[in-house]
């Protein structure tokens, strides 16, 4: 246990940024997924509404924890995998 008032403090306060960050890390997880579970049941055009849902997860998880290139990524390759999908 932390010794200090101040790390007391610290403490209480971490426990709160890490809840919110593992609400932010599960959205960001279910939306990809989401979108991956459209693409493979076959539709696109639920893949193609769900993507700016989990484009609004990515950035908002970047704002807090993720680096921004990892977030770049994971647009890209759900992106690429919507076109791919679409395009087949």
Known sequence: MANTTGAQKAFRSD?????????????MKEAIK?????????????????LPVAYKAIDKAAKRFLHKN???????????AVVKAKNS
């Open 34 to 50: 989401s979108v991956r579970k459209a693409i493979d049941a076959g539709d696109i055009s639920a893949a193609e509404e769900k």
């Open 70 to 80: 990892t977030a770049a990524r994971y647009k890209s390759r759900i992106t690429k």
């Open 15 to 27: 426990k709160n940024k890490r809840a919110y960050n593992d609400r932010l890390r599960r959205a």
